[in-house]
Nanobody, 121 residues
Framework: QVQLVESGGGLVQTGGSLRLSCTASGDIARINAMDWHRQAPGNQREWVGSATSSGITRYGDSVKGRFTITRDSGKNTAYLQMNSLKPEDTGLYYC???????????????WGQGTQVTVSA
């Protein structure tokens, strides 16, 4: 089993910045893609961006140029640096990781519990 724990959420004013972290622990042989998603109340879940194991990143149009995903493979951690935050960035932010286990090397997707980001106008 693998557990993901996010942290770093909070309340910030428009134009401010936050950095989210997501750390995986458990039966881990290799972490492939690390993704971030978010969901605002009453809205569908939205993909924010991803980082591959080789460091290639992609972003959704709504955050491109403002958000940056990095990863520290040695710490099994993904980061989401969020700059120039807007009220519409408010939501519950989740990380997901595609993890290959040591026990059977099968890749599986895992989700964290989410961390709340609130951007005040």
């Amino acid at each position: 089993q693998v557990q993901l724990v996010e942290s770093g959420g909070g309340l910030v004013q428009t134009g401010g910045s936050l950095r989210l972290s997501c750390t995986a622990s458990g039966d881990i042989a290799r972490i492939n893609a690390m993704d971030w998603h978010r969901q605002a109340p009453g809205n569908q879940r939205e993909w924010v961006g991803s980082a591959t194991s080789s460091g290639i990143t992609r972003y959704g149009d709504s955050v491109k140029g403002r958000f940056t995903i990095t990863r520290d493979s040695g710490k099994n951690t993904a980061y989401l640096q969020m700059n120039s935050l807007k009220p519409e960035d408010t939501g519950l932010y989740y990380c997901t990781m595609n993890v290959q286990s040591m026990s059977d090397n099968t890749p599986r997707n895992y989700w964290g519990q989410g961390t709340q980001v609130t951007v005040s106008a």
